[in-house]
């Protein structure tokens, strides 16, 4: 697509309806969807957009690796639907656009906002019980059986290693330096290899992941969104960005949401360590802005310590 084909051209166009509108306004003729009025939706890797409050048009090119993130969201929405109480987007169509290389999926709009965006106007005790849903809603995706041939890609300890070195090689943004000075000789010290078991793991669950509303001053979750990132991994790399985003780190919602997942005897045996190392390694930046939003981290000695402040429930 003219103007998307490079990096720079794609960060200032890739959500903007004067420049995609017509693919969108296509994507719904094809499937039978009326188009009145097309709005950008949260600006992520890919763009999407909403039309009439009624269904999202999500658009994949070449950039980003977008037909193996095409085929993940596909595969991944195949296994939701064997949960039928899991609030995740529908997925109603897919296929390709006219322009080569270009893919799309059409989902059912889910309603409200995001839980980063309410966070302020939720109590604590609706967190909490949201924390416990996720956790029942979180066991239940884990359990799925994944078949062998699915596009979704499995975490290994190749990939930890590899993720955790190209952040090293860019310098361990937002971390103290005393801490960051820490982290090699920290991995190091713990037995080797990746996920000894892996499930389905949505990756990503985020706050700007979890939609809903506050209704009645009640918050009440609408869907889960976004598979994009979903993986054969473990409930140590699920809950990176579960706890220190989804959750900002408050250990009460940790132990609420471990305790309706019933983690198992062998997950907790070293857990506060295996966390941590997954945060460490994971494939997003989770501890920088942890570090940013919590300065008393930073004034901790070891990295130990700083894996008991966060994960020791």
Not at 181 to 200: E, I, M
Not at 236 to 252: Q, V
Request: proline share 5%; aromatic share 10%; net charge positive.
């Amino acid at each position: 697509m003219r103007g998307l084909e490079s990096l720079e051209g794609y960060r200032r166009r890739f959500m903007d309806p004067k420049v995609l509108g017509h693919h969108v306004r296509w994507v719904c003729g094809q499937n039978g969807v009326p188009c009145r009025s097309i709005r950008p939706g949260v600006a992520g890797t890919f763009p999407t957009f909403i039309v009439d409050r009624r269904v999202v048009v999500k658009l994949f090119g070449p950039l980003f690796d977008g037909g193996r993130s095409w085929r993940v969201e596909r595969d991944a929405a195949d296994l939701v639907r064997r949960i039928p109480s899991f609030p995740a987007a529908c997925l109603l169509a897919s296929g390709r656009l006219p322009e080569p290389d270009w893919r799309y999926h059409l989902y059912r709009f889910v309603p409200g906002r995001s839980i980063g965006q309410a966070r302020r106007s939720v109590s604590h005790a609706d967190l909490r019980s949201l924390a416990r849903r996720l956790g029942a809603w979180v066991r239940d995706l884990h359990a799925l059986e994944v078949a062998p041939r699915t596009a979704l890609p499995r975490l290994t300890a190749r990939k930890l290693r590899s993720w955790y070195a190209a952040r090293r090689e860019r310098g361990l943004s937002g971390w103290p330096a005393h801490l960051a000075a820490q982290a090699d000789v920290y991995l190091s010290s713990l037995a080797p290899g990746g996920p000894a078991v892996t499930h389905f793991i949505h990756g990503d669950l985020t706050a700007d992941h979890v939609l809903g509303d506050l209704r009645q001053g009640r918050w009440r979750t609408s869907g889960v969104i976004d598979f994009g990132d979903s993986m054969r991994g473990d409930l140590f790399y699920e809950l990176c960005a579960l706890h220190l985003d989804l959750f900002d780190a408050d250990k009460r919602l940790l132990s609420d949401f471990l305790s309706s997942y019933r983690i198992s005897g062998a997950d907790q045996q070293g857990f506060e360590r295996t966390a941590m190392a997954r945060a460490i390694c994971h494939r997003f930046d989770v501890l920088g802005p942890t570090f940013a939003r919590m300065p008393r981290l930073g004034r901790l000695e070891s990295l130990d310590e700083v894996a008991a402040a966060l994960w020791e429930v």
